[in-house]
């Protein structure tokens, strides 16, 4: 495997577990519940309208609360590391099949 598609997988897998925390946060999934006027209070209400006044168990936005509320599972850690790394995976392999295209065109 070529050494930019290692670099790519770890970095990948590392920053996707970093920064899921942070992305959910941003969006308005809090320790301290749904962030008023955020992205995650549009989509509870968008989810409380669809099933008729209550946000379902087990839905998208419970999910997404709970990882907010209480961090990521060690199962769902490992499912965004596994993302992570394949993103970062194929990105190495891009730069390293480009990095290996642009030489060979200079020689």
Do not use: H, R, Y
């Amino acid at each position: 495997m070529d050494p930019l598609t290692v670099i790519g997988v770890a970095v990948g897998a590392g920053a996707a577990v970093v920064l899921a925390p942070i992305a959910l946060g941003a969006v308005g999934f809090t320790a301290a519940g749904i962030a008023a006027n955020s992205v995650a209070a549009g989509m509870m209400a968008s989810a409380a309208t669809a099933s008729c006044g209550g946000v379902l168990a087990g839905s998208t936005v419970a999910v997404l609360q709970s990882a907010g509320a209480a961090g990521l599972a060690g199962s769902t850690t490992a499912v965004v590391a596994g993302v992570g790394g394949a993103v970062g995976g194929a990105v190495g392999e891009a730069v390293g099949w480009l990095t290996a295209t642009a030489a060979a065109l200079l020689l």
